[in-house]
């Protein structure tokens, strides 16, 4: 499975970025699909996951009512809608891939290369 993110970049507090991540490869066993990030010297944390057969959505509290997860299965793409972004929600975005549900990032077994979301105040 290959994944390829897109659609990081600078935005003020309060703007909106829509992060893209591409899926190729043999992914009929990548029944979830999730975003990560990583600020600097902190711990990979969840942000949110959907399912690619229906839909079913999970966030982090720390951006629930602000961010959506949705996917297109016919490009096999699925998207992160930030609003209301802050600065704390500045890190590095992950998309990936596993075959079970868990927030825990070790659970998932293939990783897309990072897209930097910086929020600036």
């Known amino acids: 499975v290959q994944l390829q993110a897109c659609g990081g970049g600078l935005v003020q507090a309060g703007g909106s970025l829509r992060l893209s991540c591409a899926a190729s490869?043999?992914?009929?066993?990548?029944?979830?699909m999730g975003w990560f990030r990583q600020a600097p010297g902190k711990e990979r944390e969840f942000v949110a996951r959907?399912?690619?057969?229906?839909?079913?959505?999970l966030y982090a509290d720390s951006v629930k009512g602000r961010f959506t997860i949705s996917r297109d299965n016919a490009k096999s793409t699925v998207y992160l809608q930030m609003n209301s972004l802050k600065p704390e929600d500045t890190a590095v975005y992950y998309c990936?891939?596993?075959?079970?549900?868990?927030?825990?990032?070790?659970?998932?077994?293939?990783w897309g290369q990072g897209t930097q979301v910086t929020v600036s105040s």
């Open positions: 990936a891939t596993a075959s079970s549900d868990s927030r825990w990032h070790g659970n998932y077994d293939y």
């Open positions: 959907i399912t690619w057969s229906r839909g079913t959505t």
């Open positions: 490869g043999r992914t009929f066993s990548s029944y979830f």
